[in-house]
């Protein structure tokens, strides 16, 4: 099964925070990221765990990502 992924504004929009703060965290390796060209592709369940990670409760639901 093919897994989503999120550009960094729809990673951003989706955790409602600026952009910037998600080139941060993959900088500072918090946050996995998939170098396409020059965009960055981020994996839904990646982005999921980078949320709990931060203290937040599962963004799109408990089995979601688990089965991917």
Excluded: C, W
């Excluded at 960055?40 to 990670?53: G, V």
């Excluded at 409760?57 to 991917?68: A, H, K, R």
């Amino acid at each position: 099964m093919k897994q989503q992924v999120f550009s960094i504004k729809n990673a951003a929009t989706i955790l409602d925070v600026h952009p910037d703060t998600i080139r941060r965290a993959i900088k500072a390796k918090k946050l996995k990221a998939a170098k396409i060209g020059r965009d960055y592709k981020i994996a839904k369940s990646e982005l999921d765990r980078y949320f709990q990670a931060m203290g937040g409760t599962s963004l799109f639901g408990s089995n979601d990502t688990e089965s991917q």
